[in-house]
């Protein structure tokens, strides 16, 4: 762009009104450029924080659901290893069953009740990791 055919020449030199217009409007260009650029930073900054605290929170679901997953096998373990005790030790015949034997029952089933539990609170937990990671 030549400076010849973007003012017009005047006596004494380019005309003072269309050089002020000119300054004016490039300095409002300037200041939408500057407020744009202002706000896009404070967005990158935003979305640093967030993307800090989503992997936070990230590192922390695994955690739980990897705490979660050892719990299930210990529980699994504890209740193949119950499952196969009252397999070995059944009730006694004459219909009445020890003490021992109802104790034990009862333990399945609450390691049973236990199990479950934390099966469906790791599902949970994936569901909420999965929506995450999809957030991102």
């Known amino acids: 762009m ?11 030199g380019y005309n003072c009104s269309q050089v002020d217009e000119y300054i004016a409007a490039v300095k409002s ?32 679901l695994t955690q739980q659901s990897a705490e979660r997953e050892k719990k299930i096998l210990e529980l699994e373990t504890a209740l193949s290893k119950a499952k ?3 397999e070995k030790a059944p009730a006694p015949d004459n219909g009445e069953k020890s003490a021992e034997y109802e104790a034990l029952l009862k333990s399945v089933s609450t390691m ?15 569901a909420k990791l999965e929506a995450i990671k999809a957030g991102l």
């Not at 030549?2 to 004494?12: A, D, P, W, Y």
């Not at 049973?112 to 994936?126: A, D, F, Y």
């Open 84 to 86: 196969g005790v009252t």
């Open 29 to 60: 260009e300037y200041k939408k450029l500057y407020e744009y650029s202002k706000k896009l930073d404070i967005s990158v900054k935003e979305l640093r924080e967030k993307s800090a605290s989503v992997v936070e929170e990230n590192e922390k």
């Open 2 to 12: 030549e400076n010849s055919k973007l003012f017009q020449v005047c006596e004494q």
């Open 112 to 126: 049973q009740i236990l199990s479950e539990e934390v099966v469906r609170e790791n599902k949970e937990l994936r």
